[in-house]
């Protein structure tokens, strides 16, 4: 997909190393155990063509996770370079991985977003995405992180 200084394409195993390094480098990211190279490659194996990367002036600037249970989307770890936002790349990520669910028959995409990412927060509602205040997360950690 061609747009105005920077195309967009999926996410593939071999584009690890420079996803997180932009990952590492962004605000509001949380990362775990789960975003090891292994951990992305499952994600990626279950949920084929699903992620986006952004590329400009030859090099991954923006990323997005992209993936579904059968009923419902989730995007994690959207992040777009400082000197490349406010460009509207962060939104035709989102725009591409919805594309995607809406074509696998999954109407509804949720995110986990810190609550103080005030900056993301304003992001996503600005994008016209709503907070959920009726619900909380509940998590049980079971098996050593390394196996999420
Ligand atoms: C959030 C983020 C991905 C936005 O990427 P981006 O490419 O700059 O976003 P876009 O240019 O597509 O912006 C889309 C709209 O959101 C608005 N927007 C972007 N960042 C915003 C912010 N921090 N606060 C309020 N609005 C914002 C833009 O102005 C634009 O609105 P418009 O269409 O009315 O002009 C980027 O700022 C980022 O990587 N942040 C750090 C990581 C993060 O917080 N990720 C989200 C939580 S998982």
């Not at 997180?20 to 789960?34: E, K, N, Q, T, V």
């Not at 995607?100 to 992001?123: K, M, T, W």
């Amino acid at each position: 997909m061609a747009n105005s200084g920077y195309t967009l394409r999926p996410l593939v195993i071999a584009d690890y190393d420079a996803v997180f390094a932009l990952w590492l480098r962004s605000d509001g990211m949380g990362l775990g155990d789960g975003d090891s190279r292994e951990g992305i490659a499952k994600f990626l194996e279950r949920n084929p063509g699903l992620s986006r990367i952004a590329e400009a002036d030859g090099k991954i600037v923006g990323a997005v996770l992209c993936g579904h249970d059968g009923r419902r989307g989730y995007l994690h770890h959207l992040a777009v370079d400082k000197p490349f936002q406010k460009r509207g790349i962060g939104r035709a990520l989102i725009e591409a991985c919805l594309a995607e669910l809406r074509a696998e028959q999954i109407p509804r995409c949720s995110i986990f977003v810190y609550a103080d990412n005030h900056a993301g927060r304003a992001f996503w509602t600005n994008s016209g995405w709503i907070t959920r205040d009726d619900i909380v997360i509940i998590q049980k950690v079971f098996a050593q992180e390394s196996a999420s």
